[in-house]
């Protein structure tokens, strides 16, 4: 059974329980916050996102093909200027995978199916190798640049294994890889194993990361 959500397509791939600051200055997706800020109860100020495989977030052609699982998300603040552009902080729920994209409206609405991540036990011992790992990766990265992650790790497998995710310095179609894991595990081993391949570079070359998810405002439209 599908539902509907206002879209949000991004150049990025967005995570459930990480927080992310947008600019929006587009008028179509200026047009989407105004209908989310007449939403009387902040908690139902939902929109879903879903990263763009091909195309561009802004013009009058935009996205050509998009990845179709993505995350439903909640504007958390706003912040609005003169000019009717906003920058506002919204924090990703839970998966959702898109079924078909309606662009002819003010904004673009998605029809899309929940798709929830299994619960299940994750082995202490790869709770272990991960949190190390980026550990390791952190100490490595703070030699050349800003630490990536500013905080407590969280004790929760599956938010343990968003966070690693949106923290690891990937190209796109890898963290859509990691979004679409089957459950935490499955995303705690690919995501220690991707940060050993960057720590081992990181070793031979010291170089900057493809990306810093914490520390980058995005501009999406």
């Given amino acids: 059974m599908t539902d509907t959500l206002p879209m949000f397509p991004l150049n990025a791939v967005l995570f459930p329980g990480v927080s992310v600051p947008l600019t929006v200055f587009e008028d179509r997706y200026r047009a989407l916050v105004h209908h989310l800020l007449r939403v009387e109860d902040p908690a139902e100020r939902v929109f879903g996102s879903v990263a763009i495989r091909e195309g561009y977030e802004v013009g009058d052609h935009g996205a050509q093909s998009l990845y179709r699982i993505g995350v439903r998300v909640q504007l958390t603040e706003v912040e609005p200027h003169p000019d009717g552009s906003f920058d506002v902080v ?34 202490d011992s790869l709770l272990e190798q991960a949190r190390a790992t980026f550990v390791a990766y952190r100490a490595a990265l703070s030699e050349i640049r800003t630490d990536p992650y500013d905080g407590t790790l969280p004790r929760d497998p599956s938010y343990l294994s968003w966070t690693l995710a949106a923290c690891a310095p990937l190209p796109m179609p890898e963290r859509q890889m990691l979004l679409e894991a089957e459950d935490a595990e499955e995303r705690l081993v690919l995501v220690t194993d991707l940060l050993r391949t960057e720590l081992r570079a990181m070793n031979v070359i010291p170089s900057l990361p493809a990306t810093d998810v914490a520390r980058t405002r995005w501009s999406p439209n």
Wanted: hydrophobic share 35%; aromatic share 2%; proline share 18%.
């Fill in 90 to 123: 919204a924090v990703g729920l839970d998966r959702i995978e898109l079924d078909h994209l309606d662009p002819t409206g003010i904004f673009p609405v998605g029809h899309v199916i929940d798709r929830p991540e299994p619960t299940k036990p994750v082995p």
